[in-house]
């Protein structure tokens, strides 16, 4: 299933359920069929993020480091880091604009 987060101020972020409710974890709100983010509520909830893709960086990095000699230049793309940047970028713009994120199902 799809989530779709928008703002006011930015383009929508559309993601699968399960990374949809792990970021949502991440900032202390729950998946429901609707919910929203306020502004006041993004300069937290931007940390939280920021520090989860950093642990997710640090951890996928020193997993590469191991697996290097078997599998040279091969990126291992398991992180959920990547997927994650666009709702970062858009909660970032919603906070600079002074708008909030709604999500829907």
Known sequence: ????FQSSVTPDVVML????????GLVGKRLDSRGVILYDEL????????????D???A????????????????????????AWPFLDMM????EHNA???WTL
């Open 1 to 4: 299933m799809l989530i779709t």
């Open 17 to 24: 359920r399960e990374l949809a409710q792990y970021l949502l």
């Open 43 to 54: 300069p937290r909830a931007i940390r939280r993020v920021e520090a989860a893709i950093s």
């Open 56 to 58: 997710d960086n640090k």
């Open 60 to 83: 996928e990095l020193a997993l590469e480091s191991l697996q290097f000699s078997h599998e040279r230049g091969q990126e291992s793309g398991s992180g959920f880091s990547q997927p």
């Open 92 to 95: 970032r713009e919603a906070r």
């Open 100 to 102: 909030d994120i709604i």
